[in-house]
């Protein structure tokens, strides 16, 4: 599929030069609409000044990718996983996580690391003050690191797709707000990166899949408060 560039300046300007299907899914994920909230395309071609068929076709494309639900007729919305999916999202993620803090561990002092002993320094921070937004930020930013510092291009490929799936940053804002989750998250943060730095891979995996773990029991917890 072809994509589009958008070379006007606009109140996007910090996605300025990306291919209009980042962009769309960007705006989709950044918390703005929440599930079920309706994706206009007229809104849409006139954020990005272009017309309403590249909006249209990448809709198309996030309807495939599971963000979005297209309803002949009626719109499109934006979709949530099912509880089912989010469990199954889970387990991956859970395993892609603990693979890249083995690989990293294993690499020795690379540049991740004093990315992410600076992450966990600030992340205290953001606890201190309870900072949700910074907060997700950083927990966005730790476990990127993570990722880039596995030095595995398709794991890393194949980790976007399922953290879009996820919509990971809309589920780490929702459960931020829960009692002591930010102090415990980065506690957690903080297991993972002292096995990473001691190159100890075995404990680095195991560190990273309950860091995860602890994450989707919060997240399983939160849907379950909001369906009862």
């Known amino acids: 599929m072809q994509q589009t560039i958008v ?17 769309v899914r960007t705006l989709i994920l950044g918390g703005d609409y929440p599930p079920g909230a309706p994706v206009s ?14 909006i249209r076709e990448a809709l198309k494309q996030l309807q495939h990718e599971g963000l979005v639900e297209i309803r002949p007729k009626v719109g499109t919305f934006v979709r949530e996983p099912t509880r089912r999916e989010i469990v199954e999202l889970f387990q991956l993620k859970e395993s892609f996580e603990g693979l890249a803090a083995g690989l990293l561990a294993r690499r020795g002092k690379v540049r991740e690391i004093s990315i992410l002993e600076r992450n966990v320094e600030e992340s205290d921070e953001a606890a201190a003050e309870q900072d949700v937004e910074r907060y997700a930020e950083l927990v966005h930013e730790f476990h990127h690191t993570i990722i880039t510092g596995a030095d595995n291009s398709k794991l890393a490929e194949h980790y976007e797709r399922l953290m879009n799936q996820l919509a990971y940053h809309r589920l780490v804002l929702r459960t931020a707000g829960h009692p002591g989750r930010i102090s415990a998250s980065t506690s957690e943060h903080r297991t993972v990166l002292a096995m990473i730095k001691d190159k100890d891979h075995f404990g680095a995996e195991a560190a990273m899949r309950n860091h995860v773990y602890a994450s989707s029991r919060e997240v399983l917890t939160d849907s379950r408060d909001r369906t009862d």
Not at 42 to 50: G, I, K, P, R, T
């Open 7 to 23: 070379n006007q300046p606009g109140r996007n300007g910090a996605l300025q030069g990306e291919p209009l299907l980042d962009k």
């Open 41 to 54: 395309e007229v809104f849409l071609a006139q954020e990005f000044d272009v017309s309403r068929t590249p």
